[in-house]
């Protein structure tokens, strides 16, 4: 009796959520579903049957699941999001398609526009999550991502690598970060925009008030030093949302995924954010820190750190914040400038 009620309740869960979906998108699931699977077909040529998912994201609205008849397994993956960041996203992957050999995300499969009030959906290759992720294979993918930086003009619109700076706004926190700091890192725009951020941060330290007394001039004094050196060696493609989420296998290397918010800048960005999210603080990080070759590049990274781990902070994780990542990563940033010194 509990397996039919819990059967019947995911099935009616299951059916609001597509109800809520078709409401907010303005299509018939079914439709959709049947347009997906025809491009599915005609890219593998497989035949395949549809599950639904509400990602309940963000960016993200809705994900339909395309299973081989024949295997029952994943084959792809259709995901529906804002006509804007699916357009983004899809160009993203077909560059690297014909550029890197499908060697930085999915396989692109097509893109369909979804309804007239402005989503599509994008059917790409299935990529699996890691079973126990690794910083070591998390940073190979860094560095591709790096790689042969001149294909990057291909990327742009504008048919300049640098062009990328100007194609995303900053509506929303991440994007600002990305288009006012990793974007324009030694400029006085970008001074202007970190100490903004620190001093709206200031609530975080309700309970540790002398520490963020001192952070303010330590992150002034690591910027000043890091603007003493030429920051175009560390200019690139950078991801712009590289975290744990969006980094999936495929054989024995990492892919990413969610590929809308990639921009030119400084591309130690992404190793920030990816160690900015881990759970355990920065005394689990601070040895893949200390594999940077230049003293400088840890300066950089230990600042975006920062940064990215005060962004969105909620109250309730506040102190764990301070305690297990800002105060580490502060103690040993004044090691290293004492070092520098």
């Known amino acids: 009796m509990k397996k039919l009620i819990r059967r019947w309740l995911n099935h009616y869960k299951n059916q609001r959520r597509k109800t809520q979906f078709e409401s907010l998108v303005g299509i018939d699931l079914d439709s959709l579903v049947k347009s997906c699977e025809a491009i599915v077909l005609n890219k593998t040529g497989y035949i395949v049957y549809t599950k639904f998912r ?4 963000v960016n993200n609205h809705g994900m339909l699941l395309h299973y081989s008849v024949q295997s029952n397994q994943p084959v792809a993956i259709s995901k529906i999001e804002e006509s804007s960041l699916a357009d983004r996203e899809y160009r ?49 993918l860094f560095h591709a991502l790096g790689q042969q930086p001149g294909k990057v003009s291909f990327l742009s619109l504008s048919g300049e690598k640098e062009g990328l700076k100007d194609e995303i706004n900053d ?22 925009f970190y100490k903004t951020i620190l001093q709206e941060r200031e ?53 990413v995924i969610d590929c809308q918010y990639y921009t030119y800048g400084i591309r130690l960005w992404d190793l920030a954010f990816l160690y900015s999210k881990d759970a355990h603080g920065f005394d689990n990080i601070k040895q893949e820190i200390e594999k940077l070759p ?4 840890r300066l950089l990274v230990l600042f975006f750190y920062v940064i990215a781990s005060l962004i969105n902070v909620k109250k309730k994780r ?18 290293l400038l004492d070092i520098k010194e």
């Open 54 to 57: 509400d990602l309940g994201g």
């Open 203 to 255: 609530g975080v330290f309700k309970n540790n008030q002398d520490l963020f007394t001192t952070l303010q001039p330590l992150m002034n004094s690591i910027y000043t030093k890091l603007q003493s050196y030429d920051m175009t060696l560390h200019e690139g493609l950078v991801h712009g949302d590289f975290k744990q989420q969006n980094i999936m296998e495929c054989g024995d290397s990492y892919r």
């Open 92 to 140: 993203f992957l077909t560059w690297q398609e014909e550029f890197r050999a499908n060697t930085l995300g999915a396989v692109p499969f097509g893109l369909t526009t979804v309804s007239e009030q402005g989503y599509s959906c994008l059917i790409t290759s299935v990529l699996e999550h890691p079973k126990v992720f690794s910083y070591s294979q998390a940073q190979q």
């Open 318 to 335: 506040a102190n764990k914040v301070i305690v297990f990542q800002i105060y580490p990563a502060t103690s040993y940033a004044n090691q």
């Open 294 to 297: 230049l003293l400088e590049d």
């Open 171 to 192: 509506s929303t926190r991440i994007k600002s970060i990305l288009v006012h700091l990793v974007s324009q890192f030694g400029s006085e725009n970008c001074e202007s």
